[in-house]
């Protein structure tokens, strides 16, 4: 018995359905039906299992549950969860304005005063998760404090608490954790890997000085399986040894205890790989987009506002990037450049886009794949000329309109996948467009797998998406006309008195 033939018996039993007339409704014969029931056959085709739910009456809960036991099994049940896993992060991947810096600093926060004894026991979660806070946040209000984290990015208070406070850029934040070196569901059904890194996101998007690290194990043998304290934190005063279950652990303030931690850690970051490579894209370090340079194999790019810069001609470059950049003649080179051999790989390029992000551009002039000091919004005629390429474009599909769910996708997401390549791009909280370069492989190949899975049934068609950008289209040009009335208008009735 298969997952969907389950839930099907289930419900043909509880909602006493007659298997005669379902298999008449369905347009199949008694005996497929009773063969798909008992598991021996596959599940037929989408348009059928609706039929079947729409037979049944099924509730919108129970019609859920049906169409997840239908890919269940049509593709099993570890492959579903990765990828549900994955669509989960990409729908909540977090705006810039979401995650707000924290209204105390760590200055108004110094009554959090811990005692220090040489060593002392801590015997309660409630008294870690206090003994913790306290000794980052007086590490905090040093001039350069550094933090040394070794411990797995599960315990959401402690890296809400990181991401919350206005932390000094001059406090350092080294962190190793473990990546499991092979797929692993939690019992939420999540990727260990991609909760982890769902939770050092914020820190990211704060603009926090983090660093992370990572090294390969099976994380349960590595840390659940009787060692005592496998996490430790250090700070340049203190130092806690704790439990993987937070639930106890040991305080240190003796000077050569905290040295000797600090060589403990130094040691295992000799052996681990920083987990992204980090840029803020600035004039001064353009030429750092030549290392996200799409390859000559299948890219597949998620940005909600559609790639436009291949669509950017050299006139409008010209016209459209800052005067006030510094070595602008060089720029425009090198965006030249950039923008062409972008235009020349297309064939090579899947782009999936969004109603939303795509209107976005229409009325506002604004792309956030190009960050905001570097040019003025594109005038109206230069958005025209950009949408009427990309509607050629999407007519020879490269281009793909995503539906629901996907098509609620926050505006801040910018993702590049490919065999040997990938990286997110997104504005961080101070308006800056940071890039995170994969070094560790498991992630790029968790969201290269979604991408290259989605099926024809999550994007619009190719007509419905050109006549999308055609209605764009011609509500711009409506309103340049309407601009330019009112341009020749104004002079008369200056002179126009009543």
Same mark, same amino acid.
């Given at each position: ?69 239908? &890919? ?66 007086? &590490? ?13 990015? /599960?315990?959401?208070?402690?890296? !809400? ?18 990546? !499991? ?8 059904? &999540? ?25 390969? /194990? ?281």
């Amino acid at each position: 018995m298969s997952e969907f033939s389950n839930i099907l018996s289930q419900f043909i039993h509880t909602k006493n359905i007659k298997v005669y007339p379902l298999s008449k409704y369905c347009d199949f014969d008694r005996s497929t039906i009773y063969k798909i029931i008992n598991g021996k056959r596959k599940p037929p085709s989408p348009d059928v299992i609706d039929k079947m739910a729409e037979f049944m009456h099924l509730t919108p809960t129970e019609y859920a549950q049906f169409k997840e036991a239908y &890919e269940i099994t049509l593709i099993g049940s570890d492959n579903y969860y990765r990828r549900k896993s994955t669509e989960n992060f990409l729908m909540h991947f977090p705006d810039n304005f979401s995650i707000q810096p924290g209204t105390e600093s760590p200055a108004s926060l110094r009554k959090d005063n811990i005692s220090s004894p040489a060593c002392a026991s801590i015997q309660t979660q409630v008294e870690l998760d206090y003994t913790l806070r306290s000794v980052l946040i007086k &590490e905090s209000c040093k001039g350069n404090g550094k933090v040394a984290l070794f411990m797995q990015p /599960d315990h959401k208070g402690l890296f !809400s608490l990181l991401s919350s406070l206005n932390l000094r850029s001059s406090l350092e934040i080294q962190h190793i954790f473990c990546l !499991s070196n092979h797929e692993i569901l939690n019992k939420e059904h &999540e990727l260990y890997n991609l909760k982890y890194f769902n939770n050092i996101f914020p820190l990211y998007l704060r603009n926090l000085n983090y660093k992370a690290s990572y090294f390969y /194990d099976s994380i349960h043998s590595h840390f659940f399986n009787l060692n005592a304290l496998p996490y430790f934190i250090v700070t340049s005063r203190y130092a806690v040894s704790f439990s993987s279950d937070y639930q106890y652990g040991i305080f240190y303030s003796d000077p050569e205890i905290i040295s000797q931690f600090w060589n403990i850690f130094n040691s295992f970051q000799n052996k681990c790989i920083p987990l992204f490579q980090v840029f803020h894209l600035t004039p001064a370090n353009a030429h750092m987009l030549q290392n996200i340079s799409l390859p000559s194999s299948s890219s597949y790019l998620l940005l909600p506002e559609a790639c436009f810069t291949p669509f950017i001609s050299d006139e409008i470059l010209a016209h459209a990037l800052s005067p006030e950049i510094s070595d602008r003649n060089k720029l425009l080179n090198f965006f030249s450049t950039f923008f062409k051999y972008t235009l020349n790989n297309l064939e090579n390029m899947h782009v999936y886009f969004t109603k939303k992000g795509i209107r976005r551009f229409a009325e506002t002039g604004l792309l956030r794949e190009i960050p905001s000091d570097f040019y003025r919004p594109f005038l109206p005629s230069e958005r025209l000329d950009m949408l009427q390429k990309l509607l050629y474009t999407c007519s020879q599909e490269n281009y793909r309109m995503l539906k629901q769910p996907l098509e609620q996708l926050p505006v801040n997401l910018h993702l590049c996948v490919n065999e040997t390549m990938g990286y997110f791009s997104f504005n961080n909280t101070e308006d800056q467009t940071t890039y995170l370069i994969f070094n560790e492989t498991g992630l790029l190949s968790v969201f290269l797998d979604y991408l290259e899975s989605l099926q024809d049934s999550s994007f619009y068609t190719s007509e419905e998406t050109c006549n999308f950008i055609k209605y764009e289209i011609d509500n711009l040009q409506y309103q340049q006309l309407c601009s330019k009335r009112k341009s020749i208008a104004a002079p008369h009735q200056k002179g126009v008195s009543v």
